[in-house]
């Protein structure tokens, strides 16, 4: 993993090419529709993104986490613009060096090249969930500052914080709790207020990962608001699920939610010190006793689960090679890269979904009826599938533009 990052970071020392208001195409000769046009303020924030720029990193999520419309249309193009750049750039790279020789335990080289084509930065993409009071947060700044030591690894933090009911802002400021972390001139801590979003993950993480790799950012941790029944969409953008859970046992673990444990790639008891390591270890060995209950998600890593504590750094070493033994197993096996296939195949019909419901809403066609069909639902005359046809055929016949 760290002969990747180095790798990676000699690729992105190349010049950068960006063109201002011209599309491009992701294909040539594909026919497929060209990639929106940058303007020259989203052609300068590309720029600085690709040169690793935490300030154009942190003003170009800020214009991908905007819901006004034409901050969308940018943040779309940007987003496109630095995909393309890092796959034309690997492309480059790959192409100007020769292809090892297959081995008996290595698979052919142009079947590597293939699914790499998924992952060009060859980066980590990491979700850390729990109960609150696990030690998340510690638990994250505590790995994060063993990988940054000496500049081996370059960490990006997309901390997933509740949002305040009246401002719609981060309540549980995670940046402020990761001072040592922050410093590092190898890290990047960002917080994103949830503004409502089930599962934990707003909508604009996953384009905020895309942007952090981007930058030269090898090991992306998305931390979570907590664990819950929705917040297994956290697995939708990540390479690993890690579940982080406090020393506990009995009835005390049956309150982490089934959904979360069976989703979990690994299982981290944190906390293991002092007084609190006799049960610590006993909870490890319940947890992997429950373990043995489910179905692996894939045939080539069973779940595992081991013990540290972030706040005395003990065993974060140990829990990082079992990250990496994580990593080069989804590799080799090529799953990692058809996973983040599918895994933008799931957001883009997420986000589909959401846009049109907004659009629908600033219908005017869609709310000088959505009054009267809604009273007519609560009163019992209509039922709610009759109303939902019936506020469709008032959108496609209105036609998309009449908002």
Known sequence: LVSGCMAWRAVC???VHIIVGRSMSSHKGSGSRPIPALTA???????????GDRTSLSRSITLVESSR???QHDAGALISHVMNNVKHKYLESHVSSPEQSSTPTTPPASYMHRHTLNNPT????IGISGPPGAGKSTFIESLGCYLTENGKHRVAVLAVDPSSLRTGGSIMGDKTRMTELTRSPYSYVRPSATRGTLGGITRTTSDAIILCEGAGYDVIIVETVGVGQSEVSVEDMVDMLVLVVPPAGGDELQGI???IVELADMIVVNKADGPLLPVAKLAMTEYKSALKLLHPKTSCWEPTVVTCSALTHHGVQQVWSEFVRYKDAMELSGEMGTRRGSQRDQWMWRILQEEVVA???????????LPGAQSRVHEGVLSPGAAADMLLDVYMTGGINNE
């Open 69 to 71: 419309r034409d901050h």
């Open 41 to 51: 303020h989203t052609a300068k924030l590309a720029e600085g993104v690709l040169k």
């Open 122 to 125: 060859g980066s980590f993409r």
């Open 359 to 369: 659009r629908m809403l600033a219908h005017k066609g869609v709310l000088a009826a």
């Open 13 to 15: 020392a190349r010049p």
């Open 257 to 259: 939610k089934k959904g």
